[in-house]
């Protein structure tokens, strides 16, 4: 198993700022993600996150609006650029071990103003 | 690719009532199967897993999924439900590629439990 800490737990912002996330694991992992969950949805892929290379974006994603940093094995961010009140969401961090199921952080709720 | 279909958005209940929650898979690959429980306010909790053999399986909480390879599904039953168990629920299914296999989800269903 893995256990995720995700900060901020939830924030409210201004339109047209960015919001940076950050995703810490408790053990060394390959492969990191990042998924939305807009109010009453389900989850959304954003992103695929592997140490020492750019992340993979899903459809409808772009590395402008959702930077991303992988800089080690147990740590990630995510940034949410130029937010507009449509980025409302929940953001959640997740990774997989040597099992196939996935793990969460509790969820970043962001709330643009 | 694969595909996610929960068909109820929200299963109001009774508690001590028996409930099922359904939930449809598309895939043209073997997949591994998820349920996912999300409380209030918090993250996504893994309530049970279908990875082979057995096709039904159970949670310490009394939930069980059965693996239908024939009919693509993986209903959620509990004979009897509780107050404690209101949150969403997400069907999940991923193929056999490792860590670097993407989970797809379903949109979820509310269930709701009153007294």
């Known amino acids: 198993s893995a256990v995720i800490s995700q900060k901020p737990s939830r924030d409210i912002c201004q339109r047209g700022t960015s919001l940076t996330i950050q995703c810490q694991v408790d053990?060394?992992?390959?492969?990191m993600f990042w998924y939305r969950q807009q109010p009453g949805q389900s989850l959304t892929l954003i992103a695929t996150?592997?140490?020492?290379?750019?992340?993979?974006?899903e459809s409808g994603f772009v590395i402008d609006k959702f930077p991303i940093s992988r800089p080690n094995l147990t740590f990630s961010t995510l940034t949410v650029s130029n937010m507009s009140p449509e980025d409302s969401s929940i953001y959640l961090c997740?990774?997989?071990?040597?099992?196939?199921?996935?793990?969460f952080g509790q969820g970043t709720r962001l709330t643009v103003v | 690719a694969q595909s996610v279909t929960q068909l109820d958005s929200q299963v109001p209940v009774f508690e001590e009532a028996p409930v099922e929650l359904r939930c449809n898979y598309s895939?043209?690959?073997?997949?591994?199967l998820f349920w996912y429980v999300q409380y209030p306010n918090q993250g996504l909790q893994l309530l049970l897993k279908?990875?082979?053999?057995?096709?039904l399986v159970e949670s310490i909480n009394g939930f069980e999924a059965e693996f239908n390879k024939s009919q693509t599904s993986f209903h959620l039953r509990k004979p009897s439900v509780h107050i404690s168990d209101t949150a969403e629920y997400f069907c999940?299914?991923?193929?056999?590629?490792?860590?670097?296999?993407?989970?797809?989800f379903g949109t979820g269903t509310r269930l709701q439990v009153t007294l």
């Open positions: 996150a592997n140490q020492g290379s750019e992340a993979t974006y």
């Open positions: 053990s060394q992992v390959t492969m």
């Open positions: 895939s043209s690959v073997s997949v591994y």
């Open positions: 999940a299914v991923s193929d056999h590629t490792g860590t670097a296999s993407k989970l797809t």
């Open positions: 279908y990875l082979s053999g057995s096709t």
């Open positions: 997740s990774v997989r071990t040597e099992s196939p199921e996935a793990f």
